[in-house]
């Protein structure tokens, strides 16, 4: 059985930085693409970033790209998201995924494992 663990929330001012990290165990994690998805206030839960199982391609929504960093390390069976220049709209329950396959995927329909969620609040 897989288990996901986020750990990494908090709270933090408009322009600040958060680092989340999610570690897995239960599946050969490197067979596996890994996701950030969040949870706001005002919308259901939307895609945030994606990384391939290598670890060597990745892609991000729009709304963060440029200012998150989506990593993993296949040895620890970790995966980080570097926030940087964050904003009140950024603020939700962030969720790691691992995808039913190694490829980029976005939608949630191809994640069967998720974590629990930790909280990122962003005050302007």
């Known amino acids: 059985q897989v288990l996901l663990v986020e750990s990494g929330g908090g709270s933090v001012q408009a322009g ?3 680092r989340l990290s999610c570690a897995a165990s239960g599946r050969t994690f490197r067979d596996y693409a890994m996701a950030w998805f969040r949870q ?4 259901e839960r939307e895609f945030v970033a ?3 199982g ?3 391609y990745w892609y991000y929504a729009d709304s ?3 200012r998150f960093n989506i990593s993993r390390d296949n040895d620890k069976s970790t995966m980080d998201l570097q926030m940087d220049s964050l904003k009140p709209e ?3 329950i962030y969720y790691c995924a691992m995808a039913r396959q190694r490829l980029l995927k976005t939608r949630q329909g191809d994640f ?3 974590g629990q969620g930790t909280q990122v609040t962003v005050s302007s």
């Open 54 to 56: 290598r670890g060597d």
């Open 16 to 18: 600040g930085s958060l």
């Open 64 to 66: 963060v790209k440029g």
């Open 50 to 52: 994606v990384i391939n």
């Open 40 to 43: 706001t206030l005002e919308k």
């Open 112 to 114: 069967d494992a998720w």
């Open 90 to 92: 950024d603020t939700g």
